[in-house]
T-cell receptor, first 114, second 117 residues
């Protein structure tokens, strides 16, 4: 199994630009999570999906952030327009719902907004 | 809402020593799961150990064990015979029982552990 795959691994962009982060969950996993990690706030849950449906997006910081999961094997997190305070590591994770299985994380995308 | 608190931002111990990382949590749930994740400098998030709240026996995984005190809402991680490769950030995490809608996992802010040669 390839694990959770995130792309890109690093992203550097200028303030105001649109940023799209991508995630492919582990095949057969039906829950997908987006987390943001910063020194100040630690790991924050932004949004999660069950069976491709967003369940809780209360962690999404602003309307500039949006996430989609068009099918079971792909999700995106978009920031438009990006700001320097969005700089962080963004993790995608997946799990099998109803099995109490732990999260399997991707390697994260380090986003730098200048 | 559930919260997870790790009161030790950073710790250092000598190689081969035993170290205990603290974690407390707050919840009104009776059935839930607790985890410790390790994040080495590579940034990868690695599951170290998990505990089911309905099990009284403390989980162990080789050199890693937990002290789960349900009434006190405490979930500490003990690392025995620490090794240089244990140097990492350690996160404590809480998850409600998966059969409930919304099995999201909440993380503490982490403890940075340094194993010194």
């Amino acid at each position: 199994d390839a694990g959770v795959i995130q792309s890109p691994r690093h992203e550097v962009t200028e303030m105001g630009q649109e940023v799209t982060l991508r995630c492919k969950p582990i095949s057969g996993h039906n829950s997908l999570f987006w987390y943001r990690q910063t020194m100040m706030r630690g790991l924050e849950l932004l949004i999660y999906f069950n069976n491709n449906v967003p369940i809780d997006d209360s962690g999404m910081p602003e309307d500039r952030f949006s996430a989609k999961m068009p099918n079971a094997s792909f999700s995106t997190l978009k920031i438009q327009p990006s700001e320097p305070r969005d700089s962080a590591v963004y993790f995608c994770a997946s799990s099998r719902r109803h099995t109490n299985s732990p999260l399997h994380f991707g390697n994260g995308t380090r986003l730098t907004v200048t | 809402a559930q919260t997870v608190t790790q009161s030790q931002p950073e710790m250092s111990v000598q190689e081969a020593e035993t170290v205990t990382l603290s974690c407390t949590y707050d919840t009104s749930e009776s059935n839930y799961y607790l985890f410790w994740y390790k994040q080495p400098p590579s940034r990868q998030m690695i599951l170290v150990i998990r505990q089911e709240a309905y099990k009284q026996q403390n989980a162990t995984e080789n050199r890693f064990s937990v002290n789960f005190q349900k009434a006190a809402k405490s979930f500490s991680l003990k690392i025995s015979d620490s090794q240089l490769g244990d140097t990492a950030m350690y996160f404590c995490a809480f998850m409600k029982h998966a059969l409930q809608l919304g099995n999201k996992i909440i993380f503490g802010k982490g403890t940075r552990l340094h194993i010194l040669p």
